[in-house]
T-cell receptor, first 111, second 117 residues
Framework: QQPVQSPQAVILREGEDAVINCSSS?????VHWYRQKHGEAPVFLMI?????EQKGHEKISASFNEKKQQSSLYLTASQLSYSGTYFC????????????FGQGTTLQVKP | DTGVSQDPRHKITKRGQNVTFRCDPI?????LYWYRQTLGQGPEFLTY????????KSRLLSDRFSAERPKGSFSTLEIQRTEQGDSAMYLC???????????????FGEGSRLTVL
């Protein structure tokens, strides 16, 4: 089941904040976040695990609400380089490598 | 470490032809994934391997698609009797050995773009 991301698109000015949400209808073990720039491969940002462990980018934070099966990515003091499409990927258990990606959220940061 | 490499980067073929893509993962990674991505969509899971074993394959995948990872190193994805709907970017990714983190971060290749005429 594909996770649902919201919003679909965001336009910001440099320095503004944004939140991207990811919801799943199934119980989750892990949530990944990736950013993809046009014409490039997705790049890893963050992984959040059931139980609270996190690993990822210094300037980007995220939360994982296991009960609600939701995750949010927080982009603070946005920079032009933050522009791109953000995908969450959800993993249903620790015993499978299958990762299902959402449809993406396009972020555009303007000067 | 040269990252994940995919070949060819672009492939144009006629409907009904077979195509094969190759992926060379990061050498110490034991998991290898194939995804398909179309414009404006997220990567769609196709299959993944742990070492040489294919552990899961998407039910969306028809029998025309097959993937192998002999000896647990490089992998190939073959599409037989291609259709116009197969046109997409085919992404390969690899991940570090699975430990307490479960599914590790994915390192993606640049992808192989397929156009079926």
């Amino acid at each position: 089941q594909q996770p649902v991301q919201s919003p679909q698109a965001v336009i910001l000015r440099e320095g503004e904040d944004a939140v991207i949400n990811c919801s799943s209808s199934k119980a989750l073990y892990s949530v990944h976040w990736y950013r993809q720039k046009h014409g490039e491969a997705p790049v890893f940002l963050m992984i959040l695990l059931k139980g609270g462990e996190q690993k990822g980018h210094e300037k980007i934070s995220a939360s994982f609400n296991e009960k609600k099966q939701q995750s949010s990515l927080y982009l603070t003091a946005s920079q032009l380089s933050y522009s791109g499409t953000y995908f969450c990927g959800t993993g249903p258990s620790s015993n499978t490598g299958k990762l299902i990606f959402g449809q993406g959220t396009t972020l555009q940061v303007k000067p | 470490d040269t990252g994940v490499s995919q070949d060819p980067r672009h492939k144009i073929t006629k409907r009904g032809q077979n195509v094969t893509f190759r992926c060379d993962p990061i050498s110490e990674h034991n998991r290898l994934y194939w995804y398909r991505q179309t414009l404006g969509q997220g990567p769609e899971f196709l299959t993944y391997f742990q070492n040489e074993a294919q552990l899961e394959k998407s039910r969306l995948l028809s029998d025309r698609f097959s993937a192998e990872r002999p000896k647990g190193s490089f992998s190939t994805l073959e599409i037989q009797r291609t259709e116009q709907g197969d046109s997409a970017m085919y992404l390969c990714a690899s991940s570090s050995p699975v430990g307490p983190l479960g599914t590790g971060e994915l390192f993606f290749g640049e992808g192989s773009r397929l156009t079926v005429l």
